[in-house]
């Protein structure tokens, strides 16, 4: 999917997102923790994705999208943000 049409629709969710690494200024694209096997070279791009924030649980949806050169997203991963323990 275009990253483009991809935000657009996070847009109409109302949900936020923004852009965390790019490699065109040096950043560094990291391994996917759920799919560290993934091969990243082609990736240029990886934004964050904020969801819904559970204050029962304290745990905030997170998902780092994966967008290739050519401007596809080409990988979504659960990232979520746990509590500190103890």
């Given at each position: 999917m275009a990253a483009k049409n991809f935000f657009e629709l996070v847009g109409r969710l109302g949900l936020q997102y923004r852009l965390d690494r790019d490699r065109s200024v040096g950043a560094v694209i990291p391994e996917p923790r759920w799919n560290p096997?993934?091969?990243t070279s082609g990736i240029?791009?990886?934004y964050v994705v904020e969801g819904a924030y559970d204050e029962a649980t304290q745990v905030t949806e997170r998902y780092r999208i994966y967008v290739s050169r050519a401007g596809q997203v080409v990988y979504i991963e659960n990232n979520f943000a746990y509590?500190?323990?103890g």
């Open positions: 096997s993934m091969d240029d791009k990886v509590p500190p323990i």
